[in-house]
């Protein structure tokens, strides 16, 4: 594999690399820590619900915190998101509510979008989340779109999509890169280089040595980072998002991480990857390298009070869910137009009269 | 003979298939080392290597154009796409070039590709992992359209499907993957396309259905016959070109008809077997011919209990056509 500069910034020996270090505060580093601890215990918690039985399916990003966490923090009020399923960390970032994240994978009535789809599909229009499709890569058009309705209107706003490196294989992604490069728009292209779509390794995905370089045929710039160094995306998530900000174009970002669970509740990745590949990777774990450099700046006192927190937290957020009702019937037949049809509302009435 | 789900009757058809002819391929996303998703083609890369059971990248559009090129260049490509719904990307190159290489060619090239994809509802899995499609394909010339409903069609069916000579979209009916088993013969065995299945005799009542609807339908024809009502259930099979024969002889005989199925009512197959009951057996008829469908709504998470055709809703509309 050709290997272009990959922007790194914490260091092994616990310290921060001042040429690419994003300058955040105490305050805001101690912010990320923390939302990537409950992104992960939300995560834990999720996949036990699903393994007993309480929610149906569940995409867990243990092992990729940093992605998520680092970009959603680059994104500024009035930017918009297209994120895929895995990426709820961007949200919570965004402060999407964790409350809303937990009525969402229940699907009752504590859900905003009213069990209308499977769990990790959220989205909120007032911090400008767009709806997860489950289709791999369908959003990075639509984050196109997005940014060409701002651009027209003279806003200076950035769009953020993200995707795995599967995603990189669709029409989608070639379309929508294209656009944007056509177009000069600002949209970054987030790519979380996972390492595997499901089963299929990133190899057979592509036969470049990187995805990075797939923005040179757009006239686009690509740029590859440290997946597990949330300070390293920060930098350059945040210089990206600047970028577009400032009206000078897209951006691809291929940051190299790791999926350590597996692809979704329904898979077994023992099949496809042996345990030393998971366990080296599990050395690199981006909460405790962070937490690492966190406590050498004594911005962090003690990690297991932190999760244990987090975890009582999540707790509190899925009792208080589960506590709502399901989500009646008649809801079905609502938002599949502006105004509901004939069709439907005799459908509706025979189903709400039992005689359907 | 032995009993078998009905995925490792997929997995069996798939095997002896390749094990009998060398050009016979399986393609798609983590159909490889993964054996598939559903487990559809686990064990096949061992035994017939990289060459012929193909992990591809994750593009449908790649997939199904691939088999095309494949079949019109002397393979018998079987592509997995990983739910039905993820289809639609590769939508262009079904309809409009998958399906119609033979007629534009005037017979000189074809593109006999197995497009393998699970269907349906009933598995929690959202309206991106339950939509029921048969329509779209159906009202597409060219296409073979089947849905098994047994193991021991699904193989004999994709064992046909394969031998064909046409493009087949072979939808598997997710729900049943794991929850039926049956004898399912070993060795080569056909079903031959375009052939029904009389599921259940009876004299007062045809009730069609396909795919995981079924044993929705075999319950509640179970039930009719404790209030002494013979209903007489029809599994198609093959959807298009459908057994219309077994439909009519069957309504002419019994003078009522409902279809059943979990894919939206609108212009769904149910329209069009309602026309086709109404066209040709409409001096015969003693009801008009009901339909038990999912609703007109995007296939809801939450609700897909109350979405999904059941039993009772069944009953009630054999009952409506009794007492009409
Ligand atoms: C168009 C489409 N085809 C197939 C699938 C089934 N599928 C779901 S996730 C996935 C792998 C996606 O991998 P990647 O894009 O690398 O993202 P990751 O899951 O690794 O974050 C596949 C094949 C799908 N959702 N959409």
């Known amino acids: 594999m050709s290997d272009p500069e990959i922007l790194s910034v914490l260091r092994p020996d616990g310290t921060a690399d001042p040429a690419h270090d994003p300058g955040l505060s105490d305050p805001e580093m101690l912010s990320l820590y923390r939302h990537m601890v409950l992104l992960r215990a939300f995560d834990e918690k999720a996949v036990a619900l699903q393994r007993s039985g309480r929610i149906g399916f569940f995409v867990p990003s243990t092992g990729q915190e940093a992605c998520s966490i680092g970009a959603g923090h680059a994104v500024c009020e009035g930017d918009w998101i297209f994120p895929a399923y895995r990426d709820h960390g961007v949200g919570l970032m965004r402060g999407y509510p964790l409350a809303a994240m937990v009525g969402q994978i229940l699907g009752n009535t504590s859900d905003a979008t009213r069990g209308r789809q499977m769990p990790n599909h959220w989205c909120d229009r007032a911090i400008h989340l767009v709806s997860v499709s489950s289709p791999v890569a369908t959003q990075l058009p639509h984050a196109v779109g997005a940014a060409y309705a701002a651009k027209l209107r003279g806003e200076r706003i950035a769009v953020l999509t993200t995707f795995g490196d599967g995603g990189t294989s669709t029409g989608d992604f070639h379309a929508a890169m294209n656009f944007t490069g056509v177009f000069r728009l600002p949209v970054v292209f987030f790519c979380e280089n996972n390492r595997y779509a499901i089963s299929v390794p990133v190899e057979h995905q592509t036969a470049t040595g990187t995805l990075a370089e797939k923005a040179r045929a757009y006239g686009l710039p690509g740029v590859r980072v440290d997946g597990n160094d949330v300070l390293a995306i920060r930098k350059a998530v945040?210089?990206?998002?600047?970028?577009?900000?400032?009206?000078?174009?897209?951006?691809?970002?291929?940051?190299?991480?790791?999926?350590?669970?597996?692809?979704?509740?329904?898979?077994?990745?023992?099949?496809?990857?042996?345990?030393?590949?998971?366990?080296?990777?599990?050395?690199?774990?981006?909460?405790?390298?962070?937490?690492?450099?966190?406590?050498?700046?004594?911005?962090?006192?003690?990690?297991?009070?932190?999760?244990?927190?987090?975890?009582?937290?999540?707790?509190?957020?899925?009792?208080?869910?589960?506590?709502?009702?399901?989500?009646?019937?008649?809801?079905?037949?609502?938002?599949?137009?502006?105004?509901?049809?004939?069709?439907?509302?005799e459908q509706r009435d025979s189903l709400l009269s039992g005689k359907g | 003979m032995a009993e078998v789900t009905l995925i490792k009757a997929i997995n069996d058809a798939l095997?002896?298939?390749?094990?009998?002819?060398?050009?016979?391929?399986?393609?798609?996303?983590?159909?490889?080392?993964?054996?598939?998703?559903?487990?559809?083609?686990?064990?096949?890369?061992?035994?017939?290597?990289?060459?012929?059971?193909?992990?591809?990248?994750?593009?449908?559009?790649?997939?199904?154009?691939?088999?095309?090129?494949?079949?019109?260049?002397?393979?018998?490509?079987?592509?997995?796409?990983?739910?039905?719904?993820?289809?639609?990307?590769?939508?262009?190159?079904?309809?409009?070039?998958?399906?119609?290489?033979?007629?534009?060619?005037?017979?000189?090239?074809?593109?006999?590709?197995?497009?393998?994809?699970?269907?349906?509802?009933?598995?929690?899995?959202?309206?991106?992992?339950?939509?029921?499609?048969?329509?779209?394909?159906?009202?597409?010339?060219?296409?073979?359209?089947?849905?098994?409903?047994?193991?021991?069609?699904?193989?004999?069916?994709?064992?046909?499907?394969?031998?064909?000579?046409?493009?087949?979209?072979?939808?598997?009916?997710?729900?049943?993957?794991?929850?039926?088993?049956?004898?399912?013969?070993?060795?080569?065995?056909?079903?031959?396309?375009?052939?029904?299945?009389?599921?259940?005799?009876?004299?007062?009542?045809?009730?069609?259905?396909?795919?995981?609807?079924?044993?929705?339908?075999?319950?509640?024809?179970?039930?009719?016959?404790?209030?002494?009502?013979?209903?007489?259930?029809?599994?198609?099979?093959?959807?298009?070109?459908?057994?219309?024969?077994?439909?009519?002889?069957?309504?002419?005989?019994?003078?009522?008809?409902?279809?059943?199925?979990?894919?939206?009512?609108?212009?769904g197959f149910g329209a069009e077997i309602s026309a086709l009951i109404q066209e040709r057996c409409f001096l015969h008829l003693k009801a008009p011919v009901g339909r038990v469908t999912g609703f007109d709504t995007p296939f809801p998470y939450a609700l897909e209990k109350s979405y999904l055709p059941d039993p009772e809703r069944t009953l009630r509309a054999i009952r409506a056509s009794m007492a009409f």
């Open chain 2, 15 to 267: 095997a002896t298939e390749m094990t009998r002819d060398p050009s016979v391929c399986v393609l798609g996303e983590d159909v490889g080392l993964d054996g598939g998703v559903f487990r559809a083609t686990e064990g096949l890369l061992k035994r017939f290597g990289p060459g012929r059971v193909v992990d591809t990248p994750l593009n449908e559009v790649g997939i199904v154009g691939m088999s095309i090129g494949m079949a019109m260049n002397g393979l018998r490509p079987v592509a997995e796409i990983e739910f039905s719904d993820f289809i639609y990307p590769a939508f262009d190159q079904i309809v409009s070039e998958m399906s119609k290489m033979r007629y534009r060619s005037a017979g000189q090239f074809t593109a006999a590709v197995v497009l393998r994809a699970p269907s349906g509802g009933g598995v929690r899995g959202g309206h991106y992992h339950s939509q029921s499609p048969e329509a779209y394909y159906i009202h597409t010339a060219g296409l073979v359209v089947v849905m098994p409903s047994t193991p021991a069609d699904a193989k004999g069916l994709l064992s046909s499907a394969i031998r064909g000579e046409d493009p087949v979209i072979f939808l598997e009916p997710k729900a049943l993957y794991r929850t039926v088993k049956g004898e399912v013969p070993q060795g080569e065995y056909l079903v031959p396309l375009g052939v029904g299945r009389i599921v259940r005799p009876g004299d007062d009542l045809t009730l069609i259905a396909w795919g995981a609807m079924v044993p929705v339908a075999e319950k509640a024809a179970a039930a009719a016959a404790s209030e002494g009502v013979g209903v007489e259930i029809i599994d198609p099979r093959t959807l298009w070109p459908l057994d219309i024969e077994m439909i009519e002889s069957s309504v002419r005989r019994t003078g009522r008809a409902v279809v059943l199925h979990e894919a939206p009512r609108t212009c």
């Open chain 1, 238 to 345: 945040g210089d990206a998002m600047d970028r577009a900000r400032a009206g000078e174009g897209g951006t691809l970002i291929e940051a190299l991480t790791y999926r350590m669970g597996p692809h979704s509740t329904s898979d077994d990745p023992t099949v496809y990857r042996s345990d030393e590949e998971v366990s080296a990777w599990r050395e690199k774990d981006p909460i405790r390298r962070f937490a690492a450099f966190l406590k050498g700046r004594a911005v962090l006192a003690d990690p297991a009070a932190e999760e244990a927190s987090a975890r009582e937290t999540v707790r509190k957020a899925v009792e208080t869910a589960e506590s709502a009702p399901a989500v009646p019937l008649s809801s079905m037949f609502e938002d599949v137009y502006s105004e509901i049809p004939w069709h439907l509302a």
